[in-house]
């Protein structure tokens, strides 16, 4: 029996030795987990790339979006100045003329493109080159009336208030809807406009205006693109799209009002203005032209269009990629970018 015994404690021993796997199956299962492995840090990697893609592409078309829709808001009430009456009952007294115009419609918009020396006031100092600079007026949001009966022609205007904050050298417009007379603010103290000479043809008004006049602000507000003073995480400058408020000095020259501009939204790195003409009164454009072209046509000024360029913060793609703006070529870049065409019409203009 013990011999017998032996024998199976024999066998049992020789079995477990048979357990286990040969170094090549270790080697087969250890390449396996390797590829499995890079496979899923590829997918987790691509995932990535997708994200920061979609997420920078997000950003270009979110900011190339407000841009847009902002500046088409104000486009589009370009011209309107509440209820003026017609144009043969309205006199517009500023001197020099805005624009060079004694219309509304000669009043409403103009525009420049940089390195202008006026475009590089109104920017700061600041703007993209051969980049636009455009200014639009339009009637202010709060008209006020007269806290009494003018005197005279000549009297200074004392209003019931001055929420828009006029202030000297702004265009001021006052009507009582059957008459009106635009004018640039000689003085101002308080809610007390003075419309002296100087910077009007003259200090009379065409009629006196009585207590059911309304009187407001022209909106005179420029857009550029400028550099915000700070930078992207590889140290290149960040542009955005600005708003100023805009005046004039003694000589009629538009000038900043001394407010600060307002951000309007970042990383819209360049615009391209261009204005349509109708130069036949068709209520048709004949021809979209640089400001440059425009010369003494800026009362046949009925639209107006415009490119803006936007890119990401960061680099989004594998490798650099030119891109065409506006007819040109830009250099390659790894930063997504696109642009935003807008034609808007100057609906107040073509009534």
């Known amino acids: 029996m013990s011999i017998q015994s032996g024998k199976v404690c024999r066998g049992l021993r020789s079995t477990a030795k048979q357990g286990g796997v040969t170094l090549v199956e270790l080697m087969i299962a250890m390449a ?7 496979a899923v840090l590829y997918v987790v990697f691509e995932t990535q790339v997708s994200y920061r893609t979609n997420d920078h592409m997000g ?11 902002i500046i088409t808001h104000d486009v589009r009430m370009a011209g309107f100045f509440g209820c003026l009456p017609p144009e043969s009952q309205v006199v517009i007294k500023a001197f020099p003329p805005p624009n060079g115009q004694r219309t509304l419609a000669g009043l409403a918009m103009r525009g420049f493109v940089l390195p202008d020396a006026t475009a590089s006031l109104l920017a700061g100092g600041q703007g993209v080159a051969a980049s636009s600079v455009f200014v639009f007026r339009s009637g202010g949001p709060n008209p006020v ?12 205007l004392v209003l019931t208030g001055n929420p828009d904050g006029i202030q000297p050298g702004d265009l001021v417009a006052i009507t009582d809807c059957e008459a009106a007379d635009i004018f640039r603010a000689s003085a101002v103290a308080g809610t007390v406009i003075q419309h002296g000479g100087g910077v009007n043809t003259t200090a009379l008004l065409s009629k006196q205006y009585g207590m059911g006049a309304r009187v407001m602000r022209i909106r005179e507000e420029a857009y550029y693109v400028g550099n915000t003073g700070r930078v992207q995480t590889d140290g290149s400058p960040v542009f955005s799209l600005y708003r100023v408020r805009v005046t004039t000095n003694g000589a009629g020259d538009l000038i900043t009002a001394g407010i600060p501009a307002d951000e309007i939204v970042e ?16 209520r048709q ?29 960061d680099s989004a793609s594998r490798e650099p990629k030119p891109f065409t703006y506006d007819g040109e070529v830009l250099p390659a870049s790894k ?3 696109q642009s935003f065409e807008l034609v808007t019409a100057m609906r107040n203009l073509l009534n």
């Open 285 to 313: 454009i004949d021809a979209y032209l640089q400001a440059a072209a425009i010369g003494t046509q800026w009362g046949q000024v009925r639209a107006f269009r415009t490119d803006l360029l936007a890119e990401s913060e």
């Open 335 to 337: 930063r997504l970018r």
């Open 145 to 156: 009336g007269l806290a009494a009966d003018l005197g005279s022609a000549g009297a200074p």
């Open 32 to 38: 396996i987990s390797l590829f499995m492995i890079g």
């Open 267 to 282: 990383n819209i790195t360049d615009m391209r203005a261009v204005f349509g003409v109708d130069s036949d009164a068709d």
């Open 59 to 69: 950003r270009v078309q979110e900011s190339g979006r407000i841009g847009a829709e």
